[in-house]
């Protein structure tokens, strides 16, 4: 009796709530042994078809013929003007996002994404930003900015959690720098400390003391002369000569 009401009463089925009460009845009566395990077995099969059948009729509210999803489609992300994205993400790349070890390995666009994301971990200690937001930003599209924060994961430079949510919409992912040199590097202001052991390459520096050269110094005492006092001198030193030659000569007379 109980195994005949049971299969009518699953068949007249509409909903999921519905059959879900059925199996709690069956599983029920077959907990008091009021069916055999077979009878069980049987419309619990049952049960399963039906639910497959309601399935299939049951038609979604509010979707698109065509889709699977109530969430809007995502817009083709592209900048109002080419060249402004082109000088933006180059401007960007060449900021020194990163230390120039690291940054040799990606390209332009990559660097400028990967320079949002610097911007963010030093300003917010992480990166919520969601995808669109960075790409926009960067002046790149969305797979390359996707394609280049997975690039930095694979080489252990920084981590993604995911922030997903069944029935809903999920929170874009949130991005952290684990790279040592890249943090130091951000800690710096991206600036390498290469330039402060440059004073100490090349030769020594020398700074003049206020002594100088002595024999310079008793050169230097020397009352300068032009050409018309260096002319006299010689003048009268010619002079004196020949009043001492004629001295002697008068001499040896």
């Known amino acids: 009796m109980f195994h005949a009401t049971m299969r009518s009463a699953i068949e007249d089925a509409r909903t999921f709530a ?8 069956i599983w029920q009566a077959h907990a008091a ?10 419309l ?5 078809t039906r639910r497959s059948a309601v399935r299939e009729a049951v038609a979604p509210v509010g ?4 889709r699977v999803t109530l969430f809007p489609p995502k817009r083709l992300q592209r900048a109002p003007e080419r060249s402004v994205a082109i000088e933006r993400r180059r401007r960007l790349a060449c900021s020194g996002p990163m230390p ?8 332009t666009g990559q660097l400028a994404v ?9 300003r917010t200690g992480a990166c919520g930003l969601c995808l669109d937001a960075i790409a926009a930003r960067a002046g790149v599209c969305r797979r390359l900015a996707q394609a280049a924060i997975r690039l930095a994961e694979g080489d252990g430079l920084l981590t993604i959690q995911e922030r997903r949510y069944q029935g809903r919409k999920s929170d874009p992912n949130v991005v952290r720098i684990i790279s040592r040199e890249w943090l130091q ?3 710096r202001g991206g600036r390498s400390a290469a330039p402060a052991l440059l004073g100490s390459i090349g030769c020594k520096p020398i700074h ?3 002594k100088g050269d002595p024999q310079r110094q008793v050169v230097d005492t020397a009352p300068s002369k032009g050409c018309r006092g260096a002319a006299g001198d010689l003048n009268q030193s010619v002079h004196a000569g020949f009043r001492a030659g004629r001295g002697t000569g008068q001499a040896m007379r």
Not at 33 to 42: L, M, N
Not at 63 to 66: E, F, K, R, V
């Open 185 to 187: 590097w951000l800690r």
């Open 114 to 122: 990967l320079r949002i994301v610097g911007d963010e971990m030093a």
């Open 33 to 42: 042994e009021t069916v055999t395990d077979a009878e069980a077995q049987g």
């Open 44 to 48: 619990a099969e049952l049960l399963h």
């Open 208 to 210: 003049p003391t206020g």
């Open 100 to 107: 120039p070890a690291l940054a040799s390995r990606f390209t």
């Open 18 to 25: 519905q059959l879900d009460s059925l199996s709690r009845s």
């Open 63 to 66: 979707i698109p013929l065509g």
